[in-house]
Every structure is written in structure tokens, then in C-alpha cells.
């Protein structure tokens, strides 16, 4: 009797774009290992232009012998991608959190975008790029609805590069993160990523997801005169993540926070949540008192007043300008006309673990 796996795509999770709803069965005889996979349309079989893909994770690795402990995928770059300071600056904090590696699903970047990538990538090995030309393909959509982006596709098929990377990274690494560039997640107190996790690894156990909130500090909220608006990078494109303080009260009730996976006890991921958990996997909600992720962009909340000061990010600043400046400056990209490089004026609390 042959084995079915069904993975059910609806509105839920392809956000009302038109593609994908109802169920998809791969029928397995029994004693067969599939060694590859392709996809035909129709009730026709030509095989002429027909791509077989390797099937991938065909042997399990205990937890233990896995040889990484935290992956982050981020899983789009894409419209000329070009928020070059606040890219480098999320690299060099993953680094200094202990992040071991970063995957990037790159569809296009500026080319000041391409010089970081090509540094992170070639020079210091933390980074990963795989091409992902799904516009050459689809008319993907920029935007999470088609309401206010119209396309096939959502968000440059941002849920199956996610899933790509957690699978992938499946008997690689023992931890995933799964959020983007222009967000991080930092531990409270003045503990590395790995106390973090190994905390909520003694209070959940194992095979659980972590979510962390979102909480969005603005970009059009900007701390005027701030003592991290460096004339040196003023010339790098970009937002500052030390230039903004300012976080929203959230009253929105929607869960658009980011996770950190277990990625065996995955079946399927959305954006924010784990569609399905297998193997007896689950999800646990982080609380701030534990660790909290930060997220600058565009303001959500437009009600006056519903903003409050909150400058955890800062307590990374002193260790984070020094690798900055070192890596804008690898790259060619520190503007040394405005003087010497800048350093960090106030030095940041006991930060020895995550350095």
C-alpha cells in the first residue's frame, strides 16, 4: 500500500494570492527511497523539459552531532535592496550574538548591496547568497497582500524560500531564525544567544519553537542628535538601528513577530508561525523578561502618543560600532574624510559574553 504526505496551503497561508489552495499528495511505494523529485502539470507525461530535483535530509543527525547550533535565514532581498548600514550593522550584531551563519534568498540588491554581500560571503565565510530570480518566472508581489501589491505570489514567494532554508538547514543546524534583516532578536540582561536559548531550552525542553513578539521602533522617529549619528556613516545608504529608541505599543492584536525553530520538528512554516509541527514539536511565546526582538521600519501605529523609550538596543552599541566601523572600512565604504573612525562614547555594560 503506497504512503501519502499531504501539505494543505490555504488563504491562511498564502495570504489570498491565487495559487496553491487544496491538497498535494506525493504517493511513495512502499521499499521505494526517492533519491529525486520533479513537479509536471497536466494530465500529460513529457519528460524532454522535465527538472528533477535531489532529494535532500535522506539521513537524519542526532541533535548532538549537528554541526552548527544557530542558523538565520532571511529569507527575501529584493527590489534593488539597498539598506546597506543597517544591513552590515544586523551581520556584525548576529556575529557578536553568536550566530554561526546567515543565509540570504537574494532576487536583486543595489550594487553598493553587492559589495557587502560579496565580504560576508567571500572574505569572512558567514554568509551564504542563493539566488532566487523568481521574478524571472512569476510577477511576484512586493507587498503581503495583493490588495497593496498586485502579483501572483507573495512577497517574492517569501514562505517557500523560508521553507527552503529551514529545510536545508534541517541536519545542519540545531536552531534556525527565521526573520529579516532590518530585525534582531537580543537576550535581556547581558547574556549571549546561546544562554538565551539554553534558558528556554530548561523550561520548555526540547523540540520547541521559540516566538518573540514584534515591537517596532519607526524609522520616521529618529533621536535628533543622537551620539550614534556618526558623520562617517552618513554616506553609507541606509537606516541606523542605534538612531532609534523609540518603540510602538502594539494594540493591533496580530501575531507578526519572528521565531526561532527547531527546524525537525517542523513540517511547514508561515511568515510568523508554524503552520504544522511533526514529531511532537511545539511553539512557546517568549516574553520580554527573557529576550525581545527589535524591528525599525515604517510606523504601524499612527496614533499620536503611543510610543515609549526603550534603549536595549544601546546596551550592544559600544562592542557593535567598533565591528561596524571595521567592516565598513574592509569594505571601502567608512567615509574617513569626516575624521578618525568613530568609537563607542559610552561604553556598553559587562558585555564580555557576547563578545
Known amino acids: 500500500m503506497a504512503t501519502a504526505t499531504a501539505l494543505r496551503t490555504t488563504h491562511r497561508s498564502n495570504y489570498f494570492f491565487p495559487y496553491g489552495t487544496g491538497d498535494f499528495l506525493c504517493l511513495i511505494p512502499p521499499g521505494c527511497e526517492p ?17 528533477l ?25 529584493f527590489n534593488s535592496y539597498d539598506n546597506v548600514l543597517q544591513f552590515v550593522q544586523a551581520m556584525e550584531l548576529y556575529r557578536l550574538l553568536g550566530i554561526q551563519r546567515v543565509i540570504v534568498y537574494k532576487t536583486s540588491c543595489s550594487t553598493t548591496m553587492d559589495t557587502v554581500l560579496d565580504y560576508y560571503s567571500r572574505k569572512t565565510g558567514f554568509l551564504q547568497v542563493r539566488p532566487w530570480p523568481i521574478d524571472a518566472f512569476l510577477k511576484p508581489s512586493s ?30 543546524s540545531r536552531y534556525v531564525l527565521m526573520h529579516d534583516a532590518d530585525e534582531v532578536i537580543l537576550p535581556a540582561g547581558n547574556v549571549s544567544f546561546q544562554t538565551l536559548i539554553s534558558d528556554l531550552e530548561k523550561a520548555h525542553g526540547e523540540k520547541v519553537n521559540f516566538y518573540f513578539p514584534n515591537n517596532v521602533f519607526p524609522y520616521e522617529e529618529k533621536e535628533e542628535n543622537s551620539r550614534f549619528d556618526f558623520p562617517e556613516w552618513r554616506n553609507v545608504p541606509g537606516s541606523n538601528f ?61 496614533q499620536q502618543g503611543a510610543l515609549v523609550r526603550d534603549e536595549g538596543l544601546l546596551k550592544v552599541a559600544g562592542a557593535l560600532v567598533e565591528r561596524v566601523n571595521h567592516a565598513l572600512s574592509s569594505m571601502g565604504l567608512l567615509n574617513t574624510t569626516a575624521g578618525p573612525a568613530p568609537t563607542s562614547a559610552h561604553p556598553s555594560p559587562a558585555m564580555a559574553g557576547l563578545r
Open 35 to 51: 533519491r529525486f523529485v520533479g513537479l509536471l502539470s497536466g494530465d500529460s507525461v513529457d519528460f524532454t523539459n522535465f527538472t
Open 143 to 172: 507587498s503581503w497582500t495583493p490588495s497593496l501589491g498586485p502579483g501572483q505570489i507573495h512577497y517574492y514567494g517569501q514562505i517557500p524560500s523560508s521553507n527552503d532554508c529551514l529545510y536545508r538547514s534541517m541536519y545542519q
Open 242 to 302: 542605534l538612531g532609534h529608541v523609540l518603540r510602538e505599543l502594539d494594540t493591533s492584536g496580530y501575531n507578526t513577530g519572528k521565531l526561532v525553530l527547531d527546524p525537525r520538528g517542523v513540517l511547514q512554516m508561515e511568515v510568523h508561525s508554524v503552520h504544522e509541527h511533526i514529531d511532537g514539536g511545539r511553539t512557546e511565546r517568549v516574553g520580554r523578561e527573557r529576550g525581545q526582538l527589535y524591528h525599525v521600519r515604517r510606523r504601524k501605529n499612527n
Open 53 to 77: 530535483l535531489p532529494v535532500l535530509n535522506r539521513a537524519s543527525v542526532e541533535r548532538p552531532r549537528l554541526p552548527l547550533r544557530f542558523t538565520l535565514c532571511i529569507a527575501n532581498m
